[in-house]
């Protein structure tokens, strides 16, 4: 069974599946970004691209030249699939391209390059977060690195639910499951029996979420898709493979229930006597589900909660009474 550390920057998953490791190790990337490589032989697709550590191109280029190569006059990589806008997943872009353009180049076919297209869900100007380095990311693609839509002016082609995808005799479904972020999709390989679900389902620990509401929608989205198209495993955007993917999915949902219940169950108590107005807050709601918990993890915590409580609210379970961030004041619906 794979675990954290016996993870390789390049491995095998199946004859349909490479994947190749971003080489950016960290607190919340686990052992780096897993890419992959889809399909049998040239041209492939690659779905993400790393954060761009120039020590990922070097495995990259490992990994391609290492796979069977077919027809000479085929260029390595004719598709990349972006799995959201994280800089962790796209910020290799740039890099990645101006890569397969000097592996074609160095094969001196002297046929012309034909550049990638690229592939991602369309996400609106409004609905991307002031912090996101994703445009300019975009602004450092290399000219006439990749093979825009046809039909607009736009870098890339416009992934929708359900599309179907081809790698190389290696089937792609488009499964479009936001809540990580609002671009979040998964892609099942049903060769494999495998679902690819970048950052909303990891091989180790649990995901963050922008939209608590949406991330379960989705969730349980996936385990309703499965029962028509059948899939066992799950390649994740961080971690080790999980051989048990529709538990994985079943326990997120269930420990997403769980901490809901342990947050109603604080509100129907009394709030400590030295809280403001006598009400809970969204941090003394923290204080006490996490009580005996190190210091620094309460901050994160409370980002959870809050999305928590937004969810709630949303549901008509329980009603803001004002104040702002984690002083922001709950308590439950009466009319419930």
Known sequence: METLESLNSISRLSPNIIRVLGQNPGKFTLQGTNTYIVGRQRPYTLVDTGEGKPEYLSVLQTALNELPAGKSDEIDVSDIIISHWHGDHVGGLPSVLALLR???????????????????????????????????????????????????????????????????????????????????????????????????????????????????????????????????????????????????????????????????????????????????????IVSKIYQGYPESLLTPAAQSITLHMRKLEADGIVKRLGGEGTHTRWALNSKL
């Open 102 to 284: 000097r592996m074609w180049d160095e094969r001196k076919t002297g046929l012309p390059f034909t550049p990638p297209r690229l592939h991602k869900f369309p996400l609106h100007a409004d609905q991307m977060p002031e912090r996101s380095d994703f445009p300019s990311i975009v602004k450092a693609l290399p000219l006439n690195s990749f093979t825009p839509p046809a039909s607009d002016h736009s870098v890339f082609h416009d992934l929708y639910d359900g599309q179907e995808l081809t790698a190389s005799s290696t089937s792609i479904r488009v499964l479009y499951t936001p809540g990580h972020t609002q671009d979040s999709i998964c892609l099942h390989i049903a060769e494999d029996r495998a679902l690819y679900t970048a950052d909303t389902v990891l091989g180790h620990g649990t995901a963050v979420f922008e939209d608590l509401h949406l991330y379960l929608s989705s969730l349980r989205k996936m385990l309703d898709y499965g029962k028509s198209n059948p899939y066992e495993v799950l390649y994740p955007g961080h971690g080790p493979v999980v051989a048990e993917g529709v538990k994985l999915i079943e326990n997120y949902i269930q420990h997403r229930l769980e901490r809901e219940a342990q947050v109603l169950e604080v509100l129907r108590t009394s709030p400590p006597d030295t809280n403001e107005n006598r009400t809970w807050t969204t941090w003394t």
